[in-house]
């Protein structure tokens, strides 16, 4: 039986004139992408030696080479300490809470966000978008949580905490704001003023390189990306002056509080507060951030935290730390250690000063006390009504202030100065923003130094000038009678204070008896005679409409009317008022209390005008190896000259007359100025103010008055009496200075 064939032949099935089917060959197109594929690689490869030969070196640099960062080291600065040893500013060492600006943005960064929620999350949950906008959700929730711990740690309310992160996110935003539209700015003028390029010629290696740049590089330059800046990668510090507890909680609890870290810094201190503030200042940050200057990045801005800078400030050291590619550190040394700076010692007495601010206070105490007296406050000291009248009914302002100014005669040292309202400068330092507005623009203007800055009608402490211009005149006589009706042209005007209550005059009197009892006629009508010139140029001669140069503030040179300045002028002419005005102290004429205690001064210590100064002796400090100042600086002089013209025998009637205001019976201090331990010499004066305030209230003097070591001067605007007021402030502080063995050799400690 035959075996059936195994083969099947399909040919008798298949289409009959079919032309058979024609496969492709596949090598051709293979060929065509193998060529397209040698030309990108050629072409990335060329791109590759273009990168080489231009900025390869700048690459490997980069990212091989380890960074040198350089840090400073904070110097402390020198103290400031009175004369009796009482330190009055000085640094210390502060914990301070500092916050990665991430952290403090509201609303967070949400490119940040995210990358940190990659990161817990990782590599493969964070593909999930639902899990990673969970972990975003929970983040800003952990943040705020932190936050409002951070605020109840630094015991800080949670409004003053958002207050502060705001504050720094709104600097922050506005320096990188300003950076990147200086960035965009540059890039619009550098393309505006960039002139096209000439034309190559057609050469092989133009040609190529023409077309790499067509291949690799953009038509037109495009504008600078946005950038961050440095401030936006750093931690920012929030609160300062950290507990101990608060710093163990927080370094104990890392991981809870991420973002946070704690810095140790300096700070100024004022252990007194605000005691002598306007005189010894405050400092503040000096915006140099150069760790190679000398100059330190805090600075005194007022006061002999200003006058003394010289010998406070240190020099900052530097760190050097270097840092691999990733920001490790590999290395840290100390190239230049920090020198702190020297203790300054001032003139003022803590003690002194002290008493002086108590006596102001309890004076503006009483009289923010509506109906209460601003007179003296022990009983039976008041002056007897049949001689100065009632104390004025009129409201004191509330921005009114006062000021007490004690120097030594001889050479203008100051003992204290004293001011009210005054100022914490630890507020100035370490204050919020709210309580630094209030000193800013607060009532009464703290920050202003009225010892020196404060220029008032001198009333009649002035009439002791008065009196140096008559004596200095030709055929003055001080021991001629005067007849004092109590006005000098008419019953309504130009009257004495007597005049003015009783209807009566001083009667005959010669100089002394017009200074004891402060007689308006008789200086008005004496300077009537002289003439404005003298007035004018005795007043120039001790410095009055001119700075004293103090050196621990630009005082006020305060303002001396000249009929020389007014005569080309028809609304300022000088006119016979103006002489009768400036004769008393009223007028145009305006002092401070400094100007009017070198010139009680100057009589005082028979005729030299001193330099009033703070600043006394250089204490201890560090001294710098190399530094750009010199080891020793040499102390500013205080000089002392003598009063031109003015003869020391002339100034004897008029002593005799400051004596007799405090000794004799009649005399305005008499009731609340003497003091049986001292012998006090000097002037009440009560300045007119107008605009139904009440007057300014002064005295000035100088004790003992037999061998005179001291001038004291006290200006209370708005005050009333003199003699009421300003007088009893005058003799306690001179009792003070006894009791502190001022007048006997033994300064008290």
């Known amino acids: 039986m035959p075996q059936p064939d195994r083969h099947f032949d399909w040919r008798p099935l298949a289409p009959q004139g079919t032309a058979p089917t024609v496969v492709a060959d596949p090598r051709l197109r293979l060929r065509m992408i193998y060529s397209a594929f040698v030309v990108l690689l050629a072409l990335v490869l060329i791109r590759a030696a273009v990168l080489e030969a231009t900025v390869g070196e700048t690459f490997r640099h980069s990212t091989d080479r380890s960074r040198t960062v350089t840090e400073p080291i904070a110097a402390l600065r020198g103290r400031?300490?009175?004369?009796?040893?009482?330190?009055?500013?000085?640094?210390?060492?502060?914990?301070?809470?500092?916050?990665?600006?991430?952290?403090?943005?509201?609303?967070?960064?949400?490119?940040?966000?995210?990358?940190?929620?990659?990161?817990?999350?990782?590599?493969?949950?964070?593909?999930?978008?639902?899990?990673?906008?969970?972990?975003?959700?929970?983040?800003?929730?952990?943040?705020?949580?932190?936050?409002?711990?951070?605020?109840?740690?630094c015991d800080m309310p949670q409004s003053q905490w958002t207050a502060r992160c705001r504050?720094?996110?709104?600097?922050?935003?506005?320096?990188?704001?300003?950076?990147?539209?200086?960035?965009?700015?540059?890039?619009?003028?550098?393309?505006?003023?960039?002139?096209?390029?000439?034309?190559?010629?057609?050469?092989?290696?133009?040609?190529?390189?023409?077309?790499?740049l067509e291949l690799f590089v953009p038509p037109f330059e495009l504008p600078p990306p946005r950038i961050a800046v440095r401030e936006q990668q750093q931690a920012h510090v929030v609160a300062r002056g950290l507990s101990l507890d608060v710093v163990a909680e927080i370094e104990k609890h890392a991981k809870e509080f991420p973002g946070v870290e704690i810095r140790r810094e300096v700070r100024r201190s004022y252990p007194r507060g605000s005691l002598a503030a306007q005189m010894v200042g405050y400092v503040s940050a000096s915006g140099n951030v150069d760790p190679k200057?000398?100059?330190?990045?805090?600075?005194?801005?007022?006061?002999?935290?200003?006058?003394?800078?010289?010998?406070?400030?240190?020099?900052?050291?530097?760190?050097?730390?270097?840092?691999?590619?990733?920001?490790?550190?590999?290395?840290?040394?100390v190239e230049r250690p920090s020198h702190s700076g020297r203790d300054f010692v001032l003139t003022v007495d803590a003690g002194i000063q002290n008493r002086a601010e108590q006596l102001l206070d309890e004076f503006q105490s009483r009289a923010r006390v509506p109906g209460a007296s601003l007179g003296p406050a022990v009983v039976g000291e008041a002056p007897p009504q049949t001689r100065l009248g009632a104390r004025t009914a009129k409201p004191r302002p509330p921005s009114a202030g006062g000021a007490v100014l004690v120097i030594d005669v001889h050479s203008g040292a100051v003992l204290a100065a004293a001011t009210a309202p005054r100022f914490d400068p630890n507020v100035l330092v370490g204050g919020s923003s709210t309580e630094i507005n209030k000193l800013l623009h607060g009532v009464g203007h703290p920050l202003l130094d009225r010892t020196a800055q404060m220029a008032l009608s001198p009333g009649s402490v002035f009439k002791a000038l008065t009196a140096i211009a008559l004596l200095e005149s030709e055929g003055f006589?001080?021991?001629?009678?005067?007849?004092?009706?109590?006005?000098?042209?008419?019953?309504?005007?130009?009257?004495?204070?007597?005049?003015?209550?009783?209807?009566?005059?001083?009667?005959?009197?010669?100089?002394?008896?017009?200074?004891?009892?402060?007689?308006?006629?008789?200086?008005?009508?004496?300077?009537?005679?002289?003439?404005?010139?003298?007035?004018?140029?005795?007043?120039?001669?001790?410095?009055f409409g001119n700075r004293t140069n103090c050196d621990w503030c630009q005082d006020s040179p305060g303002k001396l009317p000249s009929p020389l300045a007014s005569q080309n002028n028809d609304e300022s002419k000088w006119k016979q008022a103006d002489t009768e005005a400036i004769a008393i102290g009223q007028g145009r004429l305006t002092t401070t209390p400094l100007q009017v205690a070198r010139l009680m001064a100057a009589v005082a210590n028979g005729g030299r005008l001193v330099t009033p100064h703070l600043l006394a002796d250089v204490g201890l400090g560090s001294e710098p190896e190399t530094s750009a100042e010199p080891d020793v600086l040499p102390l500013p002089e205080h000089p002392t000259r003598p009063v031109p013209g003015l003869s020391r025998e002339k100034l004897a009637a008029l002593r005799a007359g400051l004596e007799a205001v405090v000794a004799d019976l009649d005399g305005t201090g008499y009731n609340t100025v003497?003091?049986?331990?001292?012998?006090?010499?000097?002037?009440?004066?009560?300045?007119?103010?107008?605009?139904?305030?009440?007057?300014?209230?002064?005295?000035?003097?100088?004790?003992?008055?037999?061998?005179?070591?001291?001038?004291?001067?006290?200006?209370?605007?708005?005050?009333?009496?003199?003699?009421?007021?300003?007088?009893?402030?005058?003799?306690?502080?001179?009792?003070?200075?006894?009791?502190?063995?001022?007048?006997?050799?033994?300064?008290?400690?």
């Open 293 to 333: 200057a000398v100059a330190p990045t805090t600075i005194g801005r007022s006061g002999a935290e200003q006058a003394a800078e010289p010998w406070l400030r240190g020099v900052p050291g530097i760190t050097r730390r270097q840092l691999d590619s990733r920001g490790q550190t590999i290395d840290q040394h």
């Open 167 to 212: 504050g720094i996110q709104r600097q922050i935003e506005t320096i990188a704001a300003n950076v990147n539209a200086n960035r965009q700015e540059q890039f619009v003028r550098r393309v505006a003023t960039e002139e096209p390029a000439e034309p190559e010629p057609a050469t092989p290696a133009a040609i190529v390189r023409r077309a790499v």
């Open 80 to 153: 400031l300490l009175s004369r009796d040893g009482t330190v009055l500013a000085c640094d210390e060492a502060i914990a301070s809470l500092a916050v990665d600006y991430r952290y403090l943005e509201d609303p967070p960064n949400e490119v940040w966000l995210r990358s940190l929620a990659r990161k817990r999350l990782g590599s493969v949950a964070a593909r999930d978008p639902q899990r990673r906008t969970a972990e975003m959700a929970r983040l800003r929730v952990e943040i705020a949580e932190m936050s409002r711990r951070l605020a109840a740690l």
């Open 477 to 543: 006589d001080p021991q001629a009678k005067f007849e004092c009706r109590g006005y000098l042209h008419r019953p309504d005007a130009q009257r004495c204070m007597i005049f003015r209550h009783f209807g009566v005059g001083h009667g005959p009197i010669t100089l002394r008896e017009a200074l004891a009892q402060s007689c308006n006629v008789y200086f008005q009508r004496h300077a009537l005679s002289l003439g404005p010139a003298p007035l004018v140029d005795w007043a120039a001669r001790f410095g």
């Open 674 to 749: 003497r003091v049986a331990s001292v012998a006090i010499a000097g002037k009440t004066g009560t300045a007119e103010t107008g605009g139904n305030l009440p007057d300014h209230a002064w005295f000035a003097g100088y004790a003992p008055a037999e061998a005179p070591r001291i001038a004291v001067v006290v200006a209370l605007e708005h005050g009333g009496s003199g003699a009421e007021s300003a007088g009893p402030i005058a003799r306690q502080v001179v009792e003070h200075l006894a009791e502190r063995g001022y007048f006997t050799g033994t300064r008290s400690r």
